[in-house]
């Protein structure tokens, strides 16, 4: 488990200013001993709810081309059959992931491929599990073309508390089956649209790890 390079900047200087307050509190009351304590631990405990959502865990990347993987860690909270009217422009099974602001928010390559088309798009911040965030929310939109030919389109949904969605890729891009392609702050959603053929592998309410689940598996 590391530290992802999104947090470290926000950790060093939330680390600075909790010792910095707790230092004033303690050098100017020095009498306020109960209020000094709940400070030092409301501190620690920011800290490490702080430090816990930035965590990237280290794995071996799955090789199975056959499968889907979960893109994020989080909940299965939608599975349907839906039209994609962006790009793909056509019918297509969706599921889609949420995420609570203590699940990792490494965001993830369900396949391995190269990027065929990427769309950053403003907007509003709906709560995640909204009808609409997936077309109303800020967001990004991206299909990741395997050599066979399969294109899935996955969006990185940004949530209530999401005002900031960050991405590593742009067109051409080459990505590995569970390669890390964005990251998304403090609870969001990401959806992804697979062929109305895939075998779905995942069910309403499951917990899922990125990279690391299979949520499909794709006809040869």
Request: glycine share 8%; no cysteine.
């Amino acid at each position: 488990m590391t530290i992802h390079r999104e947090g470290k900047v926000l950790l060093f200087w939330l680390l600075i200013v909790l010792v910095a307050g707790n230092y004033l509190i303690i050098y100017f009351m020095p009498d306020a001993r109960v209020l000094s304590n709940i400070a030092v631990l409301g501190s620690i405990v920011l800290y490490l709810i702080i430090l816990q959502f930035f965590r990237s865990p280290i794995f071996k990347l799955p090789t199975d081309e056959s499968l889907v993987y979960a893109p994020v860690d989080g909940k299965v909270v939608v599975i349907e059959e839906t039209f994609e009217d962006e790009y793909l422009k056509e019918n297509r099974r969706q599921i889609s992931i949420f995420m609570s602001p203590i699940n990792v928010h490494v965001t993830r390559s369900p396949i391995k491929g190269i990027v065929e088309f990427f769309q950053y798009h403003p907007g509003k911040y709906l709560v995640a599990w909204h009808p609409k965030s997936s077309t109303e929310n800020e967001r990004t939109s991206m299909v990741v073309t395997h050599e066979n030919g399969t294109k899935l389109m996955v969006r990185q949904v940004a949530g209530a508390l999401a005002r900031r969605i960050k991405w590593y890729v742009k067109l051409g891009s080459e990505l590995a089956s569970g390669g890390e392609f964005g990251f998304i702050k403090f609870g969001s959603r990401v959806d992804v649209y697979l062929p109305l053929d895939a075998e779905i592998l995942v069910g309403l309410e499951e917990k899922t790890k990125g990279g690391r689940t299979p949520i499909a598996r794709l006809k040869a």
